[in-house]
């Protein structure tokens, strides 16, 4: 595993993988500018209607400067954390329209006697990937107050996240890389039957997501990195099928 996440990262450079850089980056600063601008008036309405309510109760002006204080503070930090956790569920939408370019890259390089993926209909992966964007941001909703009440509560909160979001980006990148080669039954099937190993690189990938300058490029490097694993573990079922009938 650490093997395909060192060839993943070898091939940074390569012009398929800067293309697709650029235009998620463009889009993801899109998407991020519109959410926190939405944050950003959201916040000052509801702190402006706050101080409406506290002014009618007339405390005096000490205690609403106080309350306003502590609004805006807790607000700030709730919007941060929300951030934090949700980033894996935008930054893969955003790039799940461009991450086929991406294996093919990969294949070119490191699989070069690999016949051309049917890969997907355009159709099916938009609605895999919004499904699976749909997945990631209900569960991680539904577990933010678990992150919230562990947040001061280390190790504990990062083994929930990791756990969570561990089995929801392996699923979803190694279906986006095996799904170009293996029919439906066949991913399932390939899935279930490492279904641990997927989760160890899923939480390699959420890891690489919550550092700094490195997420950036995580969704990129995942996509190699999980054809990698896709590729050996395809070749070991592969052995093993042989060994058992022959």
Same mark, same amino acid.
């Given at each position: ?16 993988? $800067? ?172 899935? $279930?039957?490492?279904?641990? $190993? ?49």
């Amino acid at each position: 595993m650490f093997s395909a996440l060192a060839k993943a990262f070898g091939q940074i450079s390569d012009p398929a993988f $800067r293309r697709v850089f650029a235009l998620s980056l463009v889009a993801s600063l899109a998407v991020f500018a519109v959410l926190w601008l939405a944050a950003w008036f959201g916040l000052a309405w509801a702190g402006e209607a706050l101080s409406g309510w506290i002014a009618g109760q007339e405390p005096g002006g000490f205690w609403i400067e106080i309350v306003e204080w502590i609004f805006g503070a807790g607000a700030v930090v709730g919007v941060l954390v929300v951030s934090f956790f949700l980033f894996p569920a935008i930054m893969v939408v955003v790039m799940s329209f461009l991450l086929d370019d991406i294996a093919e890259a990969v294949e070119r390089r490191h699989y070069p006697g690999l016949p051309a993926a049917p890969g997907q209909p355009l159709a099916a992966a938009v609605l895999s990937g919004l499904a699976f964007a749909g997945m990631t941001l209900g569960l991680n909703l539904l577990a933010l107050p678990l992150y919230l009440l562990l947040l001061f509560v280390p190790p504990f909160n990062l083994f929930v996240f990791y756990l969570l979001n561990g089995y929801l980006l392996g699923r979803e990148y190694f279906e986006l890389v095996a799904a170009r080669r293996l029919d439906t039954a066949g991913v399932r099937r390939l899935r $279930r039957a490492y279904r641990g $190993r997927l989760l160890l690189a899923g939480a390699v990938i959420a890891f690489l997501l919550t550092v700094p300058i490195v997420n950036l490029v995580t969704p990129i490097v995942a996509t190699g990195f999980m054809l990698h694993v896709f590729e050996g573990l395809r070749r070991r079922q592969a052995n093993a099928t042989t060994s058992a009938t022959g």
